[in-house]
């Protein structure tokens, strides 16, 4: 099971990296030569999308990985997966279906979602700072709700100016919780409170901390012995 979660890693990580070099080399070929067509323009938004991709799925990945909330986890790599794809499909087959591209749009915020919740869900906050959590979760989905009335609407309902207030507000409070939670994770080091209600969650993260460090201790003994083997 270690190995699948840390080869899934491995594969995000490395189709990050890629996707990253290729994009730097098309973007250094294309402003050298002066030749910017369409295919270019293709190939460059192909390893933007996949680079983009990759970091969302790493940051499901390392949630699901941590064994933070797994079954969300797991959703939002799907989600990102089927985003992608459906980018790519449309970019390549030149896709004019003005639906379809309104649906991917909504899939990409909801995507960008997933992939921040379950980065901060990394933290591990004791209960009296959980409502930051919740409140992480009511600002991205709310996010996610404005940008898709602004896809699928002509702003019949709200006034354009009145969105746009709204969608700023909500991206500094996004911007706020993204700060305040790795602060109160720090702050809740060794303060985790123990009661009835989280008395289960507690020892599975005793446990979890415990089987990390035991693997951990296994891969440097296996380099130590690698390295024993060489002398």
Known sequence: MTDHRVSLK????????????????????????????????????????????????????????????????TAGVLLIGMTALMILFGLWTEL??????????????FSGAFAHLCLLH????KSSYQYVTWAAYTVDFLMCGIVS?????????????IIFRLL??????IG???????????????????????YEAVLANIDEEIVKLKERLNELEAQK???LEIV
């Open 10 to 73: 491995k594969v995000f990580l490395y189709s990050l990296i890629v996707s990253v070099c290729l994009s730097a080399l098309f973007g250094i070929i294309a402003i050298l030569s002066g030749d910017f067509g369409d295919t270019e323009i293709k190939i460059l938004l192909t390893s933007l999308t996949i680079s983009a991709a990759s970091l969302g799925g790493l940051c499901c990945g390392a949630a699901y990985e941590a064994r933070r909330f797994p079954y969300f986890a």
């Open 96 to 109: 004019d279906w003005d639906l379809y591209w309104r649906m991917v749009g909504m899939m990409s915020t």
């Open 149 to 161: 009335y602004m896809i699928w609407s002509d702003f019949n309902l709200f006034n354009e100016e």
């Open 122 to 125: 990394m933290a591990r906050l």
């Open 168 to 173: 700023g507000v909500d991206a500094i409070l």
């Open 225 to 227: 012995m690698k390295l």
């Open 176 to 198: 706020v919780v993204s700060i305040l939670i790795p602060i109160l994770h720090r702050l809740s080091r060794g303060e985790v409170e123990v009661s009835g209600d989280n």
